[in-house]
């Protein structure tokens, strides 16, 4: 129905009906937005070009937030919208949300920009194998794809305070009162021979049997590591046939046939080449820890990946022990 009031033509337009209390302020703030656009470009059409959206989800919107709201906001008029005396009031304040939102989003952008980048773990490369054909490092790069991580392979412990690592994967006791850490499992090692020496050498019973065989050890580069203490002291004339600088050079000549060698039975279980004949050995069984030093524990991009790690520990356990397929 059209109007005339003081010569000027008006197009009267439906208004909603109020289904609730009025000033309930019971509505979707989203649709703060639709008002906006309305306000701010003069028409449902170019407030829907400015959003990408189409124009009757403008209109659409906006009579529900009216409805909502109990509140007239605008009036259509030949020359376009315009906002009633309500609708001018509360424009400063939808426009304070306007603000709000975004400066929320710079900041949210901000702090996932914070959260990316390498992180670079450190652990035996024999683990890192085991983790890489699990789903667990992929799973962290599908949740966090600005971050990295970065296996930085050794047998020694690298030295997290001088920076060659951010994050250890690593059994044994620590001591070092710059490092935090969690427990994230036991670390199980036994005694294994390929089944060829075996079949030719036998299988020792007990411990003291050992002296008896030919045993592969770990060089000097790797005296302190508690396996090669251990075979010094239980059996300290027996032969020595090969020594390795690695405990994956420790595996390959155990299953080469060459002799017998203690190994973490998370990967000498694997090997269908090689035999337990004893063990787990109590005196090689160490707690497996992840650790950070203090500071990096409270940068984003370590604290993510430390955080994930302890958060799958039942996932991650049996890669470590070796008590189940990875």
Same mark, same amino acid.
């Given at each position: 129905?059209?109007?005339?009031?003081?010569?000027?033509?008006?197009?009267?337009?439906?208004?909603?009906? &109020?289904?609730?209390?009025?000033?309930?302020?019971?509505? *979707?703030?989203?649709?703060?937005?639709?008002?906006?656009?309305?306000a701010q470009h003069g028409?449902?059409? /170019?407030?829907?070009?400015?959003?990408?959206?189409?124009?009757?989800?403008?209109?659409? @919107?906006?009579? =529900?937030?009216?409805?909502?709201?109990?509140?007239?906001?605008? +009036?259509?008029? @030949?020359?376009?919208?315009?906002?009633? *005396?309500?609708?001018?009031?509360?424009?400063?304040?939808?426009?304070?949300?306007?603000?709000?939102?975004?400066?929320?989003?710079?900041? /949210?952008?901000?702090?996932?920009?914070?959260?990316?980048?390498?992180v670079r773990v450190t652990?035996?490369?024999?683990?890192?194998?085991?983790?890489?054909?699990?789903?667990?490092?992929?799973?962290?790069?599908?949740?966090?794809?600005?971050?990295?991580? =970065?296996?930085?392979?050794?047998?020694?412990?690298?030295?997290?305070?001088?920076?060659?690592?951010?994050?250890?994967?690593?059994?044994?006791? +620590?001591?070092?009162?710059?490092?935090?850490?969690?427990? &994230?499992?036991?670390?199980?090692?036994?005694?294994?021979?390929? @089944?060829?020496?075996?079949?030719?050498?036998?299988?020792?019973?007990?411990?003291? *049997?050992?002296?008896?065989?030919?045993?592969?050890?770990?060089?000097?580069?790797? =005296?302190?590591?508690?396996?090669? /203490?251990?075979?010094?002291?239980?059996?300290? /004339?027996?032969? %020595?046939?090969?020594?390795?600088?690695?405990?994956?050079?420790?595996?390959?000549?155990?299953?080469?046939?060459?002799?017998?060698?203690?190994?973490?039975?998370?990967?000498? *279980?694997?090997?269908?080449?090689?035999? !337990?004949?004893?063990?787990? &050995?109590?005196?090689?069984?160490?707690?497996? @820890?992840?650790?950070?030093?203090?500071?990096?524990?409270?940068?984003? !991009?370590?604290?993510?990946?430390?955080?994930?790690?302890?958060?799958? %520990?039942?996932?991650?356990?049996?890669?470590? +022990?070796?008590?189940?397929?990875?």
């Amino acid at each position: 129905m059209s109007l005339r009031r003081g010569g000027r033509r008006r197009i009267a337009v439906r208004r909603p009906q &109020i289904c609730g209390p009025r000033g309930s302020g019971m509505f *979707d703030w989203n649709d703060l937005k639709y008002f906006l656009a309305v306000a701010q470009h003069g028409s449902t059409l /170019a407030g829907s070009r400015a959003l990408r959206v189409d124009q009757s989800t403008v209109q659409r @919107r906006l009579v =529900e937030l009216e409805r909502r709201l109990g509140l007239v906001l605008v +009036t259509r008029e @030949r020359q376009g919208y315009q906002l009633t *005396d309500t609708g001018r009031m509360l424009l400063q304040h939808a426009e304070w949300v306007q603000q709000a939102v975004q400066q929320f989003e710079k900041q /949210a952008l901000a702090a996932r920009d914070a959260v990316a980048g390498v992180v670079r773990v450190t652990c035996p490369e024999p683990i890192a194998m085991r983790l890489s054909r699990s789903s667990l490092i992929e799973r962290f790069h599908e949740s966090h794809p600005a971050l990295r991580v =970065e296996f930085m392979l050794s047998d020694r412990y690298l030295d997290l305070t001088k920076g060659e690592a951010d994050v250890a994967l690593r059994s044994g006791d +620590t001591n070092d009162g710059d490092l935090v850490g969690r427990k &994230i499992g036991d670390s199980l090692w036994a005694v294994y021979g390929s @089944r060829d020496y075996v079949a030719r050498h036998g299988q020792p019973r007990v411990v003291e *049997d050992l002296a008896g065989h030919a045993l592969l050890g770990l060089d000097q580069s790797l =005296e302190q590591h508690r396996a090669a /203490a251990w075979l010094q002291r239980i059996a300290p /004339a027996a032969s %020595i046939v090969a020594r390795n600088n690695s405990v994956l050079g420790l595996l390959n000549s155990a299953k080469a046939g060459m002799g017998l060698a203690a190994l973490p039975t998370a990967i000498a *279980d694997a090997e269908a080449e090689l035999i !337990r004949v004893l063990g787990p &050995i109590d005196e090689l069984t160490r707690i497996w @820890r992840i650790l950070t030093t203090r500071e990096l524990r409270h940068q984003a !991009r370590v604290a993510v990946f430390f955080d994930y790690i302890v958060s799958e %520990i039942d996932a991650l356990r049996p890669i470590i +022990t070796g008590t189940s397929p990875p």
